[in-house]
């Protein structure tokens, strides 16, 4: 089944320590993109990549960070995370006609 | 600047009655136009896009949404709502290639359905 996988679900944690977010897809996508959630503002984009090797800034970077070493995983790492950092992240991966396919979704609580 | 707008946060409609979401985008190239529903809990899930054509495009659970290139509009329409539709929808925009990949998504319309 075609799918973009995301782990965990759910993830609470403290300010200052580090975790990484994954995001998988078996669909051999080129793109794929981080997307963060949060009431009245909609979805915005955070990082997005191209291909393998090549990533660039979306609209909300700060505090952030990806890598794409291989093409099927594209995961997202908060060095040193902070309570506004707390949001329901979603991973995405762009198909050839121009559709997207989503993740499940992270929500991540800072406190 | 690119944008989505979506005037109606909030949304109530009786079950069976008709629906009009609204959507009003700004971009400066050929847009491409979708509309996503999210249920409580869930992910997004795509229920139309618009690429080029009949400017009426027809999508799942019996949505529909059409595209007024002289509106900047893209309102997604049902003729009669269930209450499984009760949940947030989001139109978005995007365009082709390098950083328009994109999708600039709208701030959601919560959309309640009273019985």
């Known amino acids: 089944e075609a799918q973009v996988t995301q782990n965990p679900r759910y993830l609470i944690t403290v300010t200052g320590k580090k975790l990484t977010v994954t995001c998988s897809q078996n669909?051999?996508?080129?793109?794929m993109s981080w997307y963060r959630q949060d009431p009245g503002l909609g979805l915005r984009q955070i990082y997005y990549s191209m291909n393998v090797e090549v990533t660039d800034k979306g609209d909300v970077p700060e505090g952030y960070k990806v890598s794409r070493k291989e093409k099927r995983n594209f995961p997202l790492i908060l060095e040193s995370p902070s309570p506004n950092q707390t949001s329901l992240y979603f991973c995405?991966?762009?198909?050839?006609?121009?559709?997207?396919?989503f993740g499940s979704g992270t929500r991540l609580t800072v406190v | 600047a690119q944008s989505v707008t979506q005037p109606d946060i909030h949304i109530t409609v009786s079950e069976g009655a008709s629906l009009e979401l609204r959507c009003n985008y700004s971009?400066?190239?050929?847009?491409?136009l979708f509309w996503y529903v999210q249920s409580p809990g869930q992910g997004l899930q795509l229920l139309l896009k618009?690429?080029?054509?009949?400017?009426l495009v027809q999508g799942i659970k019996g949505f529909e949404a059409e595209f007024k290139r002289s509106q900047s509009s893209f309102n997604l329409r049902k003729p009669s709502v269930h209450w499984s539709d009760a949940a947030e929808y989001f139109c978005?925009?995007?365009?082709?290639?390098?950083?328009?990949?994109?999708?600039?998504f709208g701030t959601g319309t919560l959309l309640a359905v009273q019985p």
């Open positions: 995405a991966s762009k198909t050839s006609n121009y559709g997207y396919t």
């Open positions: 978005a925009v995007g365009g082709y290639g390098g950083a328009t990949n994109k999708l600039i």
């Open positions: 669909m051999n996508h080129e793109y």
């Open positions: 971009y400066g190239a050929t847009p491409y």
């Open positions: 618009y690429f080029s054509g009949d400017t």
